[in-house]
């Protein structure tokens, strides 16, 4: 079993920044070389991949956080980090990481059903 937790989410003012960590735990060899995702929900939305982390180390994000999150990933510390900046009220959601079976993640990253690992949240708040 493969366990992700998530921390660093909290409450910032627009234009701020936050760093977020997913850490593994567990069978971690199921997951650090595998496709690793951030996704975010808001209330009444669907869930929204935000960036992959390819197990070939390349990556991709969502057109509405191209510029202003970065996704990187420390193998010796089995985490991986999403470093959010320039804030706005649309990046107000709860934040979760997930991890897949797959090394590549495709260009069906975004899609929640390709993964098989998932952490429980942290929530960011940003207010204007």
């Known amino acids: 079993q493969v366990q992700l937790v998530e921390s660093g989410g909290g409450s910032v003012q627009a234009g701020g920044s936050l760093r977020l960590s997913c850490a593994a735990s567990?069978?971690?060899?199921?997951?650090?070389?595998?496709?690793r995702g951030w996704f975010r929900q808001a209330p009444g939305r669907e869930r929204e991949g935000v960036a992959a982390f390819g197990g070939e180390e390349t990556t991709t994000y969502a057109d509405s956080v191209k510029g202003r999150f970065t996704i990187s990933k420390d193998y010796a510390k089995n985490t991986v980090y999403l470093q959010v900046n320039s804030l706005n009220s649309e990046d107000t959601a709860m934040y979760y990481c997930?991890?897949?079976?797959?090394?590549?993640?495709?260009?069906?990253?975004?899609?929640?059903?390709?993964?098989?690992?998932w952490g429980q949240g942290t929530q960011v708040t940003v207010s204007s």
């Open positions: 997930a991890a897949a079976e797959s090394s590549t993640c495709g260009s069906n990253w975004p899609d929640p059903r390709r993964y098989n690992f």
């Open positions: 567990g069978y971690i060899y199921f997951v650090v070389y595998r496709c």
